[in-house]
């Protein structure tokens, strides 16, 4: 059985810095991908980020490019989200899911076979 365990989440001020780690066990194979997905209060979940071998990395909204990063390292089955400048609209739940491969165009949300219980980040002054 696959499980994601995510962490590093907490309260930062706008403009801090905070790096989140999902933590992969159970895999019987390397053909998969680990996105990073986030709810914010009041709102539907979206994808954030993915990385699997057939795409490497990928960042999804707008709103994040160029601010967050998804990381991974083998090694450790870990997968890394570096998220910079954060914003009040960056507070969410961020979750990791298990993914059969990230797809281009969209998040895989539809895809995810295996859901972290997701870690908070609050950002506020």
């Known amino acids: 059985q696959v499980k994601v365990v995510e962490s590093g989440g907490g309260w930062v001020r706008p403009g801090d810095s905070l790096r989140l780690s999902c933590v992969v066990s159970g895999v019987t194979d390397e053909d998969y991908g680990i996105g990073w997905f986030r709810q914010a209060p009041e709102k539907g979940r979206e994808g954030v980020a993915c990385t699997s071998r057939n795409v490497g990395t990928l960042i999804y909204p707008d709103s994040v490019k160029g601010r967050f990063a998804i990381s991974s390292n083998s090694a450790k089955r870990t997968v890394y989200l570096q998220m910079l400048s954060l914003k009040s609209d960056d507070t969410a739940v961020y979750y990791c899911?298990?993914?059969?491969?990230?797809?281009?165009?969209?998040?895989?949300?539809?895809?995810?076979?295996?859901w972290g219980k997701g870690t908070l980040v609050t950002v506020s002054p």
């Open positions: 899911g298990y993914v059969p491969y990230c797809t281009r165009n969209f998040a895989p949300l539809g895809s995810v076979r295996f």
